[in-house]
Structures are given as structure tokens and as C-alpha cells.
């Protein structure tokens, strides 16, 4: 290949990512992104790694671009409402990465200012100790669960999903299942397991802001009394 231009780890990530957000993650290739830059494959796994390894540092890009609010002087429950709002809006421009971005078990160092952010926080409203650990888990693992859920690939084109659960529905018995059929209208392609879009096409953005709501009020820290 002649004319190999000059590479360097992070523009080989960027391609990558690009690669994976036009053409998906089942198609994606150590040799397609050589090919797309000009080189062997060799010379990619140099800077890079394996594709298990690439893939693990572009989850981290998603955290590596989210530009997270000021925390100072700000009240730790609206911060955290207005992260997990920033950090989703940054999971839905690659929605082709996010249904693994929650599943990498390597600690990466861009996605450290955000461990550290919420952290710092979560001790400014007084959590310790386990309570520290359990609110960072509930927030993070809602956060990441949520959206990962939210923009899962379909199994099917839209159209045949719509037709199957049409079918499927009109096959249940109402008295078994009262309620799911008197709020048909209400929940189809609205709510999760009975929906055929998913959340590119269908963002359910008031229902993530009722959850994580309702989760930071469960991980206020609760005031004890003196007896």
C-alpha cells in the first residue's frame, strides 16, 4: 500500500468509530478499517491491539466527549439529573456501540473524570463508606442499563416487528390479561418489551427523566435523627 499515511492511536479510534456508526457493529473489521486507512491490518493491531481491545477503547470515547456540567455550586441531585441527560444524549450519537459500552470490564482512563465526577458528588450530599459504593452502582448501572435497553438492535425491520406484535396481541387472552390489553394504545412502541422501534427512531425521554427522578430521590441520603 503505497503512500501509508502517518497514524496515531486516536485516528485510528475516530475512523473506527466512524466505520461503526455508518455501517454497524456486526460488520465492522479489523481489515475494512486498514482498508479504510490505508493500511495493513498489521499496522492497525499495532496502535491498537485486538479488535476486542479497540472495541473496549471506543466505549471510552463516549465518555472521553461528554462535556459533564460544573459541579461546583451546583446541588448534587440536579447535577446528577443533568449528567445522566448529557451522558445518554452522548450514547445516542453511537447507538451501534452503546448495547456493549455498559459491558467492558477494563478500567480506561477517559472514562475516569466521569468515575470521578459522580463520585466527588455523590460525597458532597453525604454518602460514605457502602452507601458511597450502592448509590454510584445505582446511578451508573441505571444510567448505562437504561440506555443500552433504549437503543438495543431490532431483531426485525419495524414494520415486520409492528405486524408479529399485532398478531401476537390479538392472540392473548383478555382476561388473563386485563391490563396489557386495555392499554394497548398506551404502551405500544412506547414501552419496553412491547415496542418495535427502537430509541433512535422512539426516544422515550420523558420516561428516562421519571427514572432517573425517582432514582436519585432513592439514593438521597436519608438525615438521622437524634433520638
Do not use: C
Amino acid at each position: 500500500m503505497a503512500g501509508r499515511p502517518t497514524l496515531s492511536r486516536q485516528h485510528i479510534l475516530r475512523v473506527a468509530l466512524e466505520l461503526i456508526d455508518a455501517q454497524g457493529l456486526s460488520k465492522f473489521s479489523i481489515k475494512k478499517l486498514a482498508n479504510q486507512l490505508g493500511v495493513y491490518p498489521t499496522a492497525v493491531t499495532w496502535h491498537v491491539g485486538s479488535k476486542d481491545e479497540l472495541i473496549t477503547a471506543l466505549t471510552a470515547l463516549i465518555f472521553d466527549d461528554v462535556k459533564l456540567p460544573d459541579d461546583r455550586d451546583t446541588d448534587w441531585a440536579e447535577w446528577l439529573l443533568d449528567t445522566a441527560r448529557v451522558v445518554r444524549s452522548q450514547m445516542h450519537q453511537h447507538p451501534n456501540l452503546v448495547p456493549i459500552a455498559g459491558s467492558t470490564l477494563s478500567p480506561v482512563p477517559p472514562s475516569l473524570p466521569f468515575v470521578e465526577r459522580v463520585l466527588r458528588v455523590l460525597i458532597r450530599a453525604g454518602h460514605e463508606g457502602d452507601g458511597l459504593l450502592h448509590a454510584y452502582n445505582a446511578f451508573v448501572g441505571a444510567l448505562l442499563g437504561w440506555v443500552s435497553i433504549e437503543l438495543s438492535r431490532p431483531s426485525s425491520t419495524p414494520e415486520r416487528a409492528r405486524a408479529k406484535y399485532e398478531r401476537d396481541l390479538g392472540e392473548i387472552d383478555p382476561n388473563l390479561y386485563t391490563a396489557v390489553v386495555e392499554y394497548r394504545e398506551l404502551l405500544s412502541d412506547r414501552a419496553f418489551l412491547v415496542r418495535w422501534s427502537n430509541g433512535v427512531n422512539n426516544p422515550m425521554n420523558a420516561s428516562f427523566d421519571v427514572m432517573i427522578r425517582a432514582l436519585i430521590e432513592g439514593i438521597r441520603p436519608r438525615v438521622q435523627q437524634a433520638p
